[in-house]
């Protein structure tokens, strides 16, 4: 069965950073593509980043760009999402996806429960 888990979140001064995780099981990380979405209230859904083993491409929204790492440790089957310089705006509910694609998709059916980053002084 396929499962997300993500975990790492927490509350966080501004400029400061976090590591969020997001352990697979189901699906070997390696082989198929994985999605960090967040979505604050009032906002819709926006995908922070995606990585892709398989064609090597990585994507960054422009605001993440510069400040966000994605990463993937094949070994523990897990995902990685280092944010540094965090600003209050990254606060959000953040989710790891996949649809089960080599490359990054335009769908993703399967998602994690979420975790909470709040930045905030």
């Known amino acids: 069965q396929v499962q997300l888990v993500e975990s790492g979140g927490g509350l966080v001064q501004p400029g400061g950073s976090l590591r969020l995780s997001c352990a697979a099981s189901g699906f070997p990380v390696d082989s198929y593509a994985i999605g960090w979405f967040r979505q604050a209230p009032g906002k819709e859904r926006e995908r922070v980043s995606c990585?892709?083993?398989?064609?090597?491409?990585?994507y960054y929204a422009d605001s993440a760009k510069g400040r966000f790492t994605i990463s993937r440790d094949n070994a523990k089957n897990t995902v990685y999402l280092q944010m540094n310089s965090l600003k209050p705006e990254d606060t959000a509910v953040y989710y790891c996806a996949t649809g089960l694609s080599s490359i990054c998709p335009l769908q993703y059916d399967y998602w994690g429960q979420g975790t909470q980053v709040t930045v905030s002084s």
């Open positions: 990585i892709s083993r398989r064609d090597g491409t990585i």
